[in-house]
């Protein structure tokens, strides 16, 4: 499989993931929050599979995105891009670099609906379930792809 599908696959996993009822047993709470961690870390994935795609005509030896990403990492146009996105906080790749932050901490990045509540308090529903704002990174991801990949197609 070539890196471009590679990619592609991922996505379409994590999306399918976001996309699957979690039911209405017991357990269902459970494994929406097991979705949405699943279909992050396909997100992961994806990204590494993307950095490793735009980048073949570079011939990096490794492709994590700690390391390409990183300001000081080697200086390739499509990374550049891509570290000036990361480093805008409002941005769909800031977004996901700090949800995969906390995916690999102990505590992990999927709540309880109403958890962030102070015991005693009503939950407003203002902020936006992971789920939703992960197919919303995703969706913005897919737009950068295509330009990504048009530039490195270039070369």
Same mark, same amino acid.
């Given at each position: ?5 590679? @990619?592609?696959?991922? /996505? ?5 993931? /976001?996309?699957? #009822? ?7 709470? +459970?494994?929406?929050? !097991? ?5 992050? !870390?396909?997100?992961?994935? +994806? ?7 735009? @980048? ?14 990183? #300001? ?16 805008? #906080? ?25 958890? @962030?509540?102070? #015991? ?7 902020? +936006? ?11 913005? +991801? ?14």
């Amino acid at each position: 499989m070539t890196p471009r599908a590679r @990619t592609n696959q991922l /996505l379409y996993q994590a999306e399918l993931l /976001l996309d699957t #009822p979690p039911g209405s047993d017991e357990h269902a709470e +459970a494994r929406r929050m !097991a979705a949405e961690e699943g279909a992050l !870390a396909l997100a992961e994935l +994806a990204l590494e599979s993307l950095l490793q795609e735009v @980048t073949e005509h570079a011939r990096l030896p490794r492709h994590d995105w700690r390391e390409l990403l990183d #300001p000081r990492g080697e200086p390739v146009a499509e990374l550049h891009r891509l570290r000036e996105l990361a480093a805008r #906080p409002e941005s769909w790749l800031a977004w996901l670099l700090g949800r995969i932050e906390a995916l690999h901490e102990s505590g992990g990045v999927a709540r309880r609906r109403g958890a @962030t509540a102070a #015991p005693g308090l009503i939950a407003v529903g203002s902020a +936006a379930a992971l789920g939703d704002e992960l197919r919303a990174c995703l969706k913005e +991801a897919k737009r950068e792809v295509a330009a990504l990949r048009e530039t490195s197609q270039e070369w």
